[in-house]
């Protein structure tokens, strides 16, 4: 199992103290709605049950470099991220007080400092306990049924570029068991059962009303001649995003190597990318490249969580199933989405 990355202490800083205060509280109970447990020391013993210690030194009174010495420790003895808010003079005096160097937050770069690899945790702990009813692994997609609901996701590919062999069987133990039992080997690193878990989450998503003519590829309104990188070889592309850089795992004559990635996407305006990256695992390493560049996630593969908005994606571009048995045979068969694309309907979910 993958461990989630640690965290350096941060500090939220703001124009004024109350507003990194109230940032800091905002944030915190965002994450506790979505099934983080956050603790604040002095309440309650920090203890590895925890995900992030929270701290408003305002509020709490001033701590001595004792203390926030014995803070910093006993955090990063349990792995436990440490946020802090306070007095923009304490912050000014942890050097003198102590070997303390927490990182300084800005308000809107919180998700960011908490990191995209968490995405995928959050979407696990907040799936319902539905149990699943089906689940078809074809050679190029998989699909995980409920009663009432159908996820899809891209299945990895062998180094030649081509579809891997996917054992006969494959993830049928799972059927009886909550989605989540599936959904949990999102944890593990690239491979068939970390694509199973991607459908598993998709297919935990209630479907939005309504359909697109959008697939997420063409420009938004006003984006004129901003600069773009596209991770995936997309069919027309030359037509729908003319002087994109495509970036490729199997590059074409036109694309870049994928591992050319931090070259050219830092400092980008847009990125499309194709939502593989998130059943291969690459997704959170390309959000980090994409700091302050408006991000699109492309295909029947795609999340379809508002709750993502926060790490950085701004458009999700997906896939909703709506003949689902046609589906499942196209799938079963090795097709891909040209084949089962008229069995449903995309959908686009922008951030408000």
């Given at each position: ?325 046609r589906t499942r045979e196209v799938i079963a068969a090795g097709g891909g989405v040209k084949a089962f694309k008229p069995h449903g309907r995309q959908v686009v979910l922008t951030?408000?």
């Amino acid at each position: 199992m993958l461990p989630l990355p640690r965290l350096t202490p941060a500090w939220v800083i703001s124009e004024t103290e109350d507003g990194a205060a109230r940032t800091a509280a905002e944030f915190v109970r965002r994450l506790q709605a979505r099934r983080w447990r956050v603790t604040s020391p002095g309440s309650e013993a920090l203890s590895k049950e925890h995900d992030l210690a929270f701290v408003d030194l305002g509020a709490a009174g001033p701590l001595s470099g004792h203390e926030l010495s014995a803070l910093f420790e006993q955090a990063g003895k349990l792995d436990i991220p440490l946020l802090l808010t306070g007095p923009a003079s304490l912050l000014a005096d942890l050097p003198v007080l102590s070997d303390l160097r927490p990182l300084p937050v800005l308000p809107e770069r919180l998700f960011q400092w908490w990191g995209p690899e968490r995405a995928d945790e959050e979407m696990i702990r907040n799936l319902p306990p539905t149990p699943i009813t089906r689940v078809t692994a074809g050679q190029r997609w998989a699909m995980v049924e409920t009663e009432n609901t159908v996820g899809l996701a891209a299945m990895p590919l062998l180094a030649s570029g081509q579809a891997s062999d996917t054992p006969a069987n494959t993830g049928t133990d799972y059927i009886g068991a909550p989605l989540r039992a599936l959904a949990e080997r999102l944890r593990m690193p690239a491979g068939i059962e970390r694509s199973l878990a991607c459908a598993a989450i998709n297919a935990g998503n209630l479907a939005p009303d309504g359909g697109s003519a959008d697939d997420g590829l063409l420009p938004e309104a006003g984006s004129g001649t901003d600069r773009t990188v596209i991770v995936g070889r997309f069919p027309d592309l030359a037509r729908k995003r003319p002087g994109a850089v495509v970036l490729e795992k199997y590059p074409g004559p036109d694309d870049l190597p994928a591992d050319a990635a931090p070259y050219v996407i830092p400092g980008t305006d847009h990125l499309v990318v194709t939502s593989s990256a998130w059943s291969n695992g690459t997704l959170a390493g390309l959000l980090r490249l994409a700091s302050g560049s408006r991000v699109t996630l492309v295909g029947p593969g795609t999340p379809l969580q508002p709750a993502l908005h926060a790490y950085g994606i701004q458009r999700l571009a997906g896939f909703v199933v709506a003949d689902r048995e046609r589906t499942r045979e196209v799938i079963a068969a090795g097709g891909g989405v040209k084949a089962f694309k008229p069995h449903g309907r995309q959908v686009v979910l922008t951030e408000e």
